[in-house]
Structure formats: C-alpha cells, structure tokens
C-alpha cells in the first residue's frame, strides 16, 4: 500500500522555481513530513521539514531562503516550493513520514515512511 506519492519534479533551468508535492495517508494528518534528496553518488540529505501542526519549519543551509516547506492536513499534502534553482540541486527528492504521532523532527531516522522520490534536473 502506497501512503506516500511525490509529484510536481521535472527539468528546469538555473534561477527557475519548481513546487513538489507529496500526496499522503490520512494516518499521516499529525505526523511530521519531511523532504530528503540524493544527488548521484552522493547520500541522501535532509532538504527541510516540517513539524505535526505546522507551527516549526526545518531547513537545510543550503535551500533557506529559497524553499519553502508548507502542508494542507485537509488535503493530506505537504508541499516545497523550490525557488532559484541551482544545478547543485538537482537530485531525486524523496518526502516522509515522521515515526509518531505529533512528531518533529530533521534527520532521517526521524523519519520512518518514505515516498519512491521525484526527479528534479536543473539545467545552468
């Protein structure tokens, strides 16, 4: 049983914006949810998250200022709006499912669902 289904990845130029988006299990609504990425040959890296009810955001030093983490509970999605794109970001972009309810948290063994990723391919 799929819970988790990424989509909105795709192939942009540098200084372009992308906004992806992760489809979730209603068992999810007070989970934190979390985006992660692995660029080839590379491990997989915490990109943000965000906590059960919204209220704290995470971000990795390389994308504050330009993602943004956000989540709709009555949509069961959670969204990152990827703005100023670099080729450095490019990678497959995986979303997740704190362990708990009520949960937060920024590494990934915070983190205990895992979505099948989306390609995001920036161009210079």
């Known amino acids: 049983q799929v819970q988790l289904v990424e989509s909105g990845g795709g192939l942009v130029q540098a200084g372009g914006s992308l906004r992806l988006s992760c489809t979730y299990s209603s068992r999810f609504s007070n989970y934190a949810m979390g985006w992660f990425r692995q660029a080839p040959g590379k491990e997989r890296e915490f990109v943000s998250s965000?906590?059960?009810?919204?209220?704290?955001?995470y971000y990795a030093d390389s994308v504050k200022g330009r993602f943004t983490v956000s989540r709709d509970d009555a949509k069961n999605t959670v969204y990152l709006q990827m703005n100023a794109l670099k080729p450095e970001d490019t990678a497959v972009y995986y979303c997740?499912?704190?362990?708990?309810?009520?949960?937060?948290?920024?590494?990934?063994?915070?983190?205990?669902?895992w979505g099948q990723g989306t390609q995001v391919t920036v161009s210079s």
């Open positions: 997740a499912a704190g362990r708990s309810i009520y949960s937060s948290g920024q590494r990934q063994r915070d983190f205990g669902s």
């Open positions: 965000i906590n059960w009810n919204g209220a704290s955001r």
